[in-house]
């Protein structure tokens, strides 16, 4: 169950908030379905499916908050975060999923946001602007998991 951002807190937490607001979004755009359904490929050409979203979106989470903005040196979780996606894995995927969001969590906990990242690819990006940039990224994929939710049973609003 999605918990609407506070009108009025600070920086931080408005921050996290929105993030996590759109995290729990994604989460339930893929509630009620199957694994197979997770995985259909249901606006073609494209390769995307809600499954792979899900995983799309768990190697985001730990490519920017623990690799770039904490310099962990940890390795890839998919190769390829939408070919080879299969509906019988799906709840592997989801607990990666949900482990990446709390481990991004935990990375960034004690950090101002003020904070540069440490990482090769991102030295000179604060923490703020990964916050802004990860909300970003969330919109824009939800809008593409709105099509395929639609398109795989008709739902559309969640």
């Keep these: 169950m999605r918990s609407a951002p506070q ?3 600070d ?4 921050l996290e908030q ?3 607001f759109q995290r729990e979004t994604l989460l339930e755009k893929c509630m009620d379905l199957s694994g197979e359904q997770l995985a259909t490929r249901s606006v073609p050409p494209s390769d995307m499916s809600l499954l792979g979203l899900v995983r799309h979106l768990a190697k985001v989470e730990r490519w920017w908050f623990r690799v770039q903005m904490c310099d962990m040196p940890l390795a890839p979780i998919y190769q390829d975060d939408f ?3 299969l509906g019988q894995n799906w709840e ?3 607990a990666v999923y949900r482990a990446e969001v709390a481990a991004a969590r935990d990375a960034v906990r004690d950090l101002p946001l003020d904070a540069l990242a440490q990482g090769k690819h991102a030295q ?3 923490l703020r602007w990964i916050y802004l940039h990860m909300i ?3 919109a824009r994929h939800l809008g593409h998991a709105d099509l395929l939710r639609e398109r795989v049973d008709g739902r559309t609003g969640l």
Excluded at 11 to 14: A, G, H, I, L
């Design 11 to 14: 920086e931080r937490t408005t």
């Design 18 to 20: 929105f993030l996590d």
């Design 92 to 94: 592997d995927d989801l």
């Design 7 to 9: 009108p009025a807190a």
């Design 136 to 138: 970003a990224e969330y």
């Design 83 to 85: 070919d080879g996606v």
């Design 124 to 126: 000179g990006i604060s």
